[in-house]
């Protein structure tokens, strides 16, 4: 009855070859693993070593080897795609602060060229620096859309609106030689503002 299920070889032994049931399933995980960029071929890496244990190894070693390059080039690729798109992100945020930075340099530059004309009213006035209505006109005739305002004596205020799109809005406070004593800026969408103390 035995000899009915298993076929007998000439001197009595099994003529059905021996079977490594871990060493073909690392060698097929091997192969699927290859173009899954080795998610699979750490899984046939492990049933590979696993599989080396037992008789016949061959398809166990191959699906070892084959499994180990697969981990290899996943690592590699994983660690790629990391670098790459770090990279995307740190070149995204520098060109959006690039973009904020160069809209806080128009601002402040604006508004010191406009503190430039309060200080040469002042100048060709003896010292006094103008009421509100007469540093609004003298800011208007230069072509600075500003407000100007009268702190003290020795003190005077801008606020400057730059751009059309996306406007920011520029406040400073300047002593009477026109020379900055503080300066707060805002977007008006809220996402950038600050300041600077002198």
Same mark, same amino acid.
């Given at each position: 009855?035995?000899?009915?299920?298993? #076929? /007998?070889?000439?001197?009595?032994?099994?003529?059905?070859?021996?079977? +490594? #049931?871990?060493?073909?399933?690392?060698?097929? @995980?091997?192969?699927?693993?290859? #173009?899954?960029?080795?998610?699979?071929?750490?899984? !046939?890496? *492990?049933?590979?070593? *696993?599989?080396? =244990? =037992?008789?016949?190894?061959?398809? !166990?070693?191959? $699906?070892?080897?084959?499994?180990?390059?697969?981990?290899?080039? $996943? @690592?590699?690729?994983? !660690?790629?795609?990391?670098?790459?798109?770090?990279?995307?992100?740190?070149?995204?945020?520098?060109?959006?602060? !690039?973009?904020?930075?160069?809209?806080? /340099?128009?601002?402040?530059?604006?508004?010191?060229?406009?503190?430039?004309?309060?200080?040469?009213?002042? &100048?060709?006035?003896n010292g006094v620096l103008p009421s509100t209505e007469a540093g609004n006109a003298a800011l208007k005739a230069a072509g600075f859309d500003a407000t100007y305002r009268v702190i003290d004596n020795d003190e005077f205020g801008l606020e400057l609106?730059?751009?059309?799109?996306?406007?920011?809005?520029?406040?400073?406070?300047?002593?009477?030689? $026109?020379? =900055?004593?503080?300066?707060?800026?805002?977007? &008006?969408?809220?996402?950038?503002? $600050? +300041?600077? +103390?002198?």
């Amino acid at each position: 009855m035995n000899s009915q299920l298993t #076929p /007998e070889g000439p001197d009595g032994g099994s003529l059905v070859a021996p079977q +490594n #049931p871990l060493g073909i399933a690392a060698f097929v @995980c091997s192969i699927i693993g290859l #173009p899954s960029m080795g998610i699979l071929s750490l899984i !046939a890496l *492990i049933l590979g070593a *696993i599989a080396m =244990r =037992r008789e016949p190894k061959g398809l !166990a070693i191959a $699906g070892f080897i084959i499994g180990l390059v697969g981990t290899l080039v $996943g @690592c590699i690729v994983t !660690a790629l795609l990391i670098a790459m798109i770090s990279t995307l992100g740190i070149g995204l945020s520098a060109g959006i602060m !690039a973009m904020i930075y160069s809209q806080i /340099e128009v601002g402040v530059t604006r508004i010191d060229d406009a503190s430039e004309i309060i200080v040469k009213w002042e &100048e060709s006035h003896n010292g006094v620096l103008p009421s509100t209505e007469a540093g609004n006109a003298a800011l208007k005739a230069a072509g600075f859309d500003a407000t100007y305002r009268v702190i003290d004596n020795d003190e005077f205020g801008l606020e400057l609106l730059i751009g059309d799109e996306d406007p920011w809005t520029f406040s400073a406070e300047f002593d009477a030689d $026109g020379d =900055r004593t503080s300066l707060r800026w805002k977007s &008006e969408n809220g996402q950038s503002h $600050g +300041n600077w +103390n002198f």
